[in-house]
């Protein structure tokens, strides 16, 4: 009964560095989405998919892009990392949506940017 | 600009009496108003949600939240702290859209 699983747990990027933050959910849910989480600050939504092949931007998508070829994987990418995405990232899944019901939250992705 | 305010970092409480953690929102509108919760090195977990109707709201682990729209609230609430309560508090909102806003959140620790 795995839920949402991100990896890496940890990660240490050098500036200017690629990588993909992983998710992957194996409850059928339709939507799925990535929040960032920084000290003080809250969650922030980056992007969101209502369900395969279907992606929105959230409230900070700059510096990050994101697919959503099947219904199980949503993945994230960074280009080109900058000190100012060093955050913890949550992806988190539901079957009719953020409304209707609860996100069902991965354990997250401590990174830092240095 | 549309937001929740927690306006407590931190809160602290004995174990047995009872806990508040507020939350006021700042929108136009009917907004739809959700209470998540943190434990250390954990994603969030929903506690309970407000779309519509009964201002008092149920949710889990004995849980409560009461919406007061002249005072534009929605106060979390349990009668009786337990040390297990001891958590990261998340107040949020939306319009019935995919675009859930959390606020910066109340760190709440129940002293045994």
């Known amino acids: 009964n795995a839920g949402v699983t991100q990896t890496p747990k940890f990660r240490i990027l050098k500036i200017g560095q690629s990588m993909t933050l992983q998710c992957t959910q194996d409850?059928?849910?339709?939507?799925m989405y990535w929040y960032r989480q920084d000290p003080g600050m809250g969650l922030k939504l980056i992007y969101y998919s209502v369900g395969a092949g279907i992606t929105d931007k959230g409230e900070v998508p700059n510096g990050y892009n994101v697919s959503r070829s099947t219904t199980e994987d949503f993945p994230l990418r960074l280009e080109l990392a900058a000190p100012s995405q060093t955050s913890v990232y949550f992806c988190a899944s539901s079957y009719f949506g953020s409304t209707n019901e609860k996100l069902f939250f991965g354990s997250g992705t401590q990174l830092s940017v240095l | 600009a549309q937001s929740v305010a927690q306006p407590e970092d931190q809160v602290n409480v004995a174990e047995g009496n009872p806990l508040t953690v507020k939350c006021t929102y700042s929108v136009s509108g009917n907004p739809y108003l959700f209470w998540y919760v943190q434990y250390p090195n954990r994603g969030l977990q929903f506690l309970l949600k407000?779309?519509?109707?009964?201002?008092l709201v149920k949710g889990s682990y004995g849980f409560e939240a009461e919406f007061n729209k002249s005072q534009t609230s929605f106060h979390l609430k349990k009668p009786s702290a337990l040390v297990s309560d001891s958590a990261l508090y998340f107040c949020?909102?939306?319009?019935?859209?995919?675009?859930?806003?959390f606020g910066t959140g109340t760190r709440l620790t129940i002293i045994p």
């Open positions: 949020a909102f939306n319009f019935g859209n995919e675009k859930l806003t």
């Open positions: 409850m059928n849910h339709n939507y």
């Open positions: 407000y779309i519509t109707g009964d201002n």
